[in-house]
């Protein structure tokens, strides 16, 4: 019987934390901002043990409507070890001021 109330009581906790999550509003940015970012990513092995990744990243702010931020990213991965791994690479960012120019 009293394995019975907890796990009603466990249930009733769960249903009322998550009916609460749906009942508040939540905001991810300021004033309702909506922004749209896309990340692309391939990777080529180049042997078993070595790969090379390019990662790009576009975002879109103030509704979506405004292009403001963007990095391009390549990258070398070697395996030494199954437990062990180094790497390197470069990021170039492009990120737009206020003055609606782009920052290098």
Do not use: C, P
Request: aromatic share 22%; no cysteine.
């Amino acid at each position: 019987m009293l394995v019975r109330r907890l796990r009603m009581l466990r249930y009733s906790v769960a249903i009322i934390i998550l009916s609460y999550f749906l009942v508040i509003k939540l905001y991810a940015y300021d004033y309702g901002d909506f922004q749209v970012w896309n990340t692309e990513t391939e990777e080529f092995k180049i042997n078993q043990d070595a790969k090379i990744a390019f990662e790009q990243e576009f975002r879109w702010g103030g509704n979506a409507k405004e292009f403001y931020y963007r990095y391009y990213d390549v990258g070398f991965f070697y395996n030494l070890q199954k437990y062990l791994n180094v790497g390197g690479g470069y990021r170039h960012v492009l990120s737009k001021l206020a003055q609606n120019k782009f920052l290098v």
